[in-house]
């Protein structure tokens, strides 16, 4: 039986643009079903109603797979296997399962195909964080503490007490500017300090140094030359080029429990952008 391949350095890692990969099932067990709702307070009796039981999936393990896992705030991929719908994938003690609606059986050889629209969207909304991330550090000294990519919006979260709308018009047009200016390209490279679990706004120099726990051999790092060196598990577009028309819409600040003060800055999914620039790169 085939050795699977750890993630960290799947095929989809290797190269965000693979779309298909030839591979062979390892393992396919049942999935565990969702735990039973909590009893609510919401109308019993004759006439409630009844939730229908939820329909069974199962978790695949492949040798190698063009499906991202969930990771490093980047959704996964969903697309088929075997001609069978997956519809997430989900990175469990360093091996990639596939959640599928049909099982496949042990040792057969399966087509894996991306659904690439979805990719696209995510590695581009996801080049832009380390873009803004970058900008945002390298300008006002301001760490990013967490980020969130979604359908319709992602957010980045900075950790700073102020970010004023100014301030957003200065890191939105600083963007674009780099964008435009550098188009350069996004190079994966693994290093033997560490497996690639650690979130993108940990530093080689974080990694390297040893102030991110628990991570393991090797780590990849996504450089952009010029603009980004960071350690990162996701799928990034090939030059920053694809990044034009970069906006972020909304402006948000929250104090969670510990009472420190973040601003949350929620970036538009870039459909637009993408198509925007797409038009500038054919033109």
Same mark, same amino acid.
């Given at each position: 039986?085939?050795?699977?391949?750890?993630?960290?350095?799947?095929?989809?890692?290797?190269?965000?643009?693979?779309?298909?990969?030839?591979?062979?099932?390892?393992?396919?067990?049942?999935?565990?079903?969702?735990?039973?709702?909590?009893?609510?307070?919401?109308?019993?009796?004759?006439?409630? !109603?009844?939730?229908?039981?939820?329909?069974?999936?199962?978790?695949?393990? =492949? @040798? %190698?797979?063009?499906? &991202?896992? $969930?990771? *490093?705030?980047?959704?996964?991929?969903?697309?088929?296997?075997?001609?069978?719908?997956?519809?997430?994938?989900?990175?469990?003690?360093?091996?990639?399962?596939?959640?599928?609606?049909?099982?496949?059986?042990?040792?057969?050889?399966?087509?894996?195909?991306?659904?690439?629209?979805?990719?696209?969207?995510?590695?581009?909304?996801?080049?832009?964080?380390?873009?803004?991330?970058?900008? !945002?550090?390298?300008?006002?000294?301001?760490?990013?503490?967490?980020?969130? =990519? @979604? %359908?319709?919006?992602? &957010?980045? $979260?900075? *950790?700073?007490?102020?970010?004023?709308?100014?301030?957003?018009?200065?890191l939105e047009a600083e963007a674009n500017e780099a964008a435009v200016k550098a188009g350069t390209a996004a190079t994966p490279s693994w290093h033997s300090v560490a497996r690639a679990?650690?979130?993108?706004?940990?530093?080689?120099?974080?990694?390297?140094?040893?102030?991110?726990?628990?991570?393991?051999?090797?780590?990849?790092?996504?450089?952009?030359?010029?603009?980004?060196?960071?350690?990162?598990?996701?799928?990034?577009?090939?030059?920053?080029?694809?990044?034009?028309?970069?906006?972020?819409?909304?402006?948000?600040?929250?104090?969670?429990?510990?009472?420190?003060?973040?601003?949350?800055?929620?970036?538009?999914?870039?459909?637009?952008?993408?198509?925007?620039?797409?038009?500038l790169l054919l033109a």
């Open positions: 039986m085939a050795t699977p391949v750890r993630c960290g350095e799947l095929l989809c890692q290797r190269d965000s643009y693979a779309r298909a990969v030839s591979t062979v099932v390892v393992s396919c067990e049942p999935r565990a079903a969702a735990a039973a709702a909590a009893p609510g307070k919401g109308k019993k009796g004759k006439g409630a !109603a009844v939730p229908p039981p939820p329909l069974p999936e199962w978790e695949v393990v =492949l @040798g %190698d797979t063009v499906l &991202f896992p $969930e990771g *490093g705030g980047q959704p996964s991929d969903a697309g088929t296997v075997g001609g069978v719908q997956c519809s997430r994938v989900d990175n469990v003690d360093g091996l990639a399962r596939h959640v599928l609606s049909a099982p496949l059986e042990p040792g057969t050889a399966v087509d894996v195909v991306l659904d690439w629209p979805r990719r696209e969207d995510n590695m581009a909304q996801h080049s832009a964080q380390h873009l803004l991330t970058a900008i !945002a550090l390298r300008k006002w000294g301001y760490d990013t503490t967490s980020w969130g =990519l @979604g %359908d319709a919006t992602s &957010f980045l $979260e900075l *950790g700073t007490p102020e970010f004023t709308p100014l301030m957003m018009a200065e679990v650690a979130p993108s706004w940990h530093s080689v120099a974080d990694v390297n140094e040893g102030r991110v726990p628990g991570l393991r051999k090797p780590v990849r790092v996504i450089t952009y030359d010029g603009l980004d060196t960071n350690t990162c598990c996701g799928t990034h577009v090939h030059s920053t080029a694809r990044l034009q028309a970069c906006r972020e819409r909304a402006l948000h600040v929250h104090r969670p429990a510990a009472d420190a003060d973040f601003v949350k800055a929620l970036a538009a999914s870039l459909d637009e952008a993408l198509a925007e620039a797409q038009g």
